[in-house]
């Protein structure tokens, strides 16, 4: 890969971790791992790692410290960070939604809804799908997406408020000249 050919990735991804092949199979496939490099020259690869990772989370502890808690740290170590690079072997298409940043993934790979509802729990589970759209999937046993030139309907505006009366829709006639902190306490007392 040229360095002019890395201005073809996406910007996110051009300071991932770049490898080159310690061996591939007769049909390409490798299978004997990868050499990091930073030369573009010589990678065949560019990885999911991103070069960060999480904050280390481990309490400061004295010392010795026994086999649970070291257990127990080792779960809050940092860990690297990947943003997914996938191989995909069939048809996929990424059209622009109408929101701006926001986009609709078609993928040619029919399967049954138990292989479809397992996909839609870990893409919500690790934060590539919204949890709410992932629960009204799996509520429906379907997903769907607006077509790409049906736009979202505008949000109807809130109604003015400017004062707890409004807010509670109490008819100022109703409050016998009290303020309305004093009038909802006193509803709250008569309770």
Do not use: N
Request: proline content about 8%; aromatic content about 6%.
């Amino acid at each position: 890969m040229s360095a002019v050919d890395m201005d073809r990735l996406p910007e996110y991804v051009r300071s991932h971790q770049l490898a080159s092949l310690r061996s591939t199979t007769t049909e390409g496939d490798y299978e004997g791992g990868a050499i990091h490099t930073d030369d573009p020259e010589a990678a065949d690869v560019i990885t999911s790692i991103t070069g960060e990772s999480t904050p280390d989370k481990r309490p400061v502890r004295e010392s010795p410290v026994s086999l649970k808690e070291l257990l127990e740290d080792l779960e809050l170590l940092p860990e690297e960070m990947h943003r997914p690079v996938l191989d995909i072997d069939f048809a996929a298409t990424l059209i622009p939604s109408t929101t701006d940043g926001h986009f609709h993934l078609y993928l040619d790979k029919p399967m049954p809804w138990r292989d479809f509802e397992k996909l839609l729990t870990v893409m919500g589970e690790v934060g590539i799908l919204e949890q709410g759209y992932v629960d009204a999937s799996i509520a429906r046993h379907y997903s769907s997406v607006r077509l790409p030139w049906v736009k979202k309907p505008d949000p109807e505006p809130l109604p003015e408020i400017s004062s707890v009366r409004d807010l509670l829709g109490i008819d100022p006639d109703w409050t016998g000249g009290l303020s309305s902190v004093d009038f909802v306490r006193q509803q709250r007392d008569r309770s």
